[in-house]
């Protein structure tokens, strides 16, 4: 499994298409059966960009107390 983390693109960069290219560039190739990633829940564009590049939502989680919720997705081959 690789866990993709912190995939960010900068505001004035977006919706050109660099973070799915960015995304794929970095999966690409692994031998790792499954790609995961957690993402903020209120997070848009990114929390609705990830179910349409193929990724399901399998829970929620929370990395500390502290922290805010994350849904934890996965991309399965």
């Not at 794929?24 to 960009?49: F, H, K, Q, Y």
Request: proline share 8%; aromatic share 10%.
């Amino acid at each position: 499994m690789f866990w993709l983390r912190e995939l960010m693109v900068l505001p004035k960069h977006t919706n050109q298409g660099i973070g799915r290219a960015l995304h794929d560039e970095m999966i690409n190739g692994r031998a790792e059966r499954w790609t995961t990633l957690t993402c903020i829940v209120d997070n848009e564009p990114a929390r609705s960009a990830y179910p349409r590049w193929g990724y399901e939502v399998i829970g929620r989680i929370k990395h500390a107390p502290e922290s805010p919720v994350y849904d934890a997705m996965i991309l399965h081959p």
